[in-house]
């Protein structure tokens, strides 16, 4: 069975391979043509981004394929070896611990080209080397403590269980639900500045939006992203009473009051037709599945990574072999996405207005540099958004007409004064 899972791993690093070569060729055939959404230097650019985005995944691609074959060919054995410990549930914490951290180091040469290289290239990061440095030990400190707490239920749970897939998924479920209840509280107390928005009219009229849907929040906030990064976002962060309304400090910078309120009206159509709770009802879904399968693994393919069948190896092959699962599942639950986001368009349109959404996605992809045209294959595998070219189509605007070039020519224009 070993066997099997191996070569999924192969079909799933060869569709990465060949997904991003796809995307590669196509945007460069794209960025010749005549721009749209984009004015010409800005499309070039994005254009640029994204072709270099996609010759780091190759890398990276390949190199996490040799990783891969390095652990399961005699890395996960030798650390087994090294690790003598008796308790199956303090080993499971420790080897798992080693797992994750070596792994994070193998590929922490991306992430510092990506942050301090590429992103700064493009006008993207803002990140310092003492931000990053302590962005990193917060989070590995988060990792090691609670992380730790989450390997050691787990194994607890498969040595004490019967049926332990099913008791272990009801247990990573429930974490996870408590993780994005948690989520923005933890990011004020440890990395971002969250304050109440300066802009009092601006606070009026979003909390009048949020009464208008029914979305009950604990503040609207505003939150210093632009120390990291100067991309544009917003976001609805936390569960019940957690929940609160977050917009980046560059967002608030960039966008005019309708603007923003049109993407809120967008976030919050996505509340009002029940998106958040499908996704947590399909994420639970795919979860009882991962489980169904890692819990009722043959012998053979412990034997065959020289491993025992306990805690720690059971939970380190579920690391290694479900991103497997996750790919090939992934067309279907981006199709499912790509939907909502359209209905969750027309419901920020309504909310607001189409030419206030429009106006508002013009800039986004602007500030964010995103190209607007992908290879159909690279869409139905990664695009969990429709293309923007596609939303404006269902808002009821061509891209190429003169009225829309117009609006395009008047946000880039006026972008300085907002």
């Not at 010749?32 to 981004?49: G, H, M, R, S, T």
């Not at 919050?268 to 819990?295: P, Q, R, Y």
Request: hydrophobic share 50%.
């Amino acid at each position: 069975m070993l066997e099997i899972f191996v070569i999924g791993y192969c079909l799933y690093f060869i569709f990465n391979i060949y997904t991003s070569f796809m995307q590669i060729g196509f945007v460069k055939n794209a960025k010749d043509l005549k721009a749209v959404i984009l004015d010409q230097d800005k499309y070039l650019e994005a254009a640029n981004y994204s072709i270099e985005k996609e010759k780091i995944a190759i890398l990276s691609s390949f190199y996490s394929f040799f990783i891969f074959v390095l652990w399961i060919g005699f890395g996960l054995s030798s650390l087994d070896s090294l690790i003598n410990i008796e308790s199956s549930l303090i080993k499971a914490v420790v080897f798992v611990d080693l797992f994750i951290i070596i792994n994070w180091l193998l590929g922490l040469p991306f992430d510092l080209y990506s942050t301090f290289k590429l992103d700064k290239k493009y006008g993207f990061s803002n990140m310092t080397s003492a931000l990053y440095i302590k962005d990193t030990l917060k989070s590995g400190a988060l990792f090691l403590v609670f992380g730790s707490l989450v390997i050691a239920g787990i194994s607890w749970i498969i040595t004490s269980l019967s049926s332990w897939w099913i008791w272990g998924f009801v247990f990573i479920f429930a974490v996870i639900i408590l993780i994005n209840m948690l989520y923005p509280i933890i990011r004020d107390k440890m990395f971002d500045k969250f304050e109440s928005l300066k802009d009092k009219e601006l606070e009026a009229k979003i909390e009048n939006l949020l009464d208008k849907v029914g979305f009950k929040s604990s503040g609207v906030f505003s939150v210093d992203a632009s120390k990291r990064d100067n991309r544009l976002n917003a976001y609805f962060g936390g569960l019940g009473s957690t929940k609160r309304v977050v917009l980046f400090d560059t967002l608030v910078e960039k966008l005019s009051h309708n603007e923003l309120l049109a993407v809120l009206g967008h976030e919050l159509g996505h509340f009002k037709n029940g998106d958040i709770l499908k996704n947590i009802g399909i994420m639970g879904v795919v979860m009882f599945v991962f489980f169904a399968i890692f819990g009722n693994l043959s012998e053979e393919i412990f034997l065959g990574l020289s491993l025992e069948n306990e805690p720690y190896a059971i939970i380190t092959v579920f690391l290694i072999f479900s991103p497997i699962l996750s790919f090939f599942l992934m067309p279907l639950i981006s199709l499912i996405s790509r939907h909502n986001e359209y209905a969750a368009d027309e419901f920020g349109s309504n909310m607001q207005s189409k030419e206030d959404l429009v106006s508002a996605l013009l800039k986004l992809a602007n500030e964010n540099k995103s190209f607007p045209l992908s290879h159909p294959i690279y869409i139905f595998f990664y695009y969990s958004h429709p293309p923007l070219v596609e939303r404006f189509k269902e808002l009821g605007y061509d891209v190429n007409s003169q009225a829309d070039t117009a609006l395009k020519d008047s946000v880039f224009n006026n972008a300085s004064t907002i």
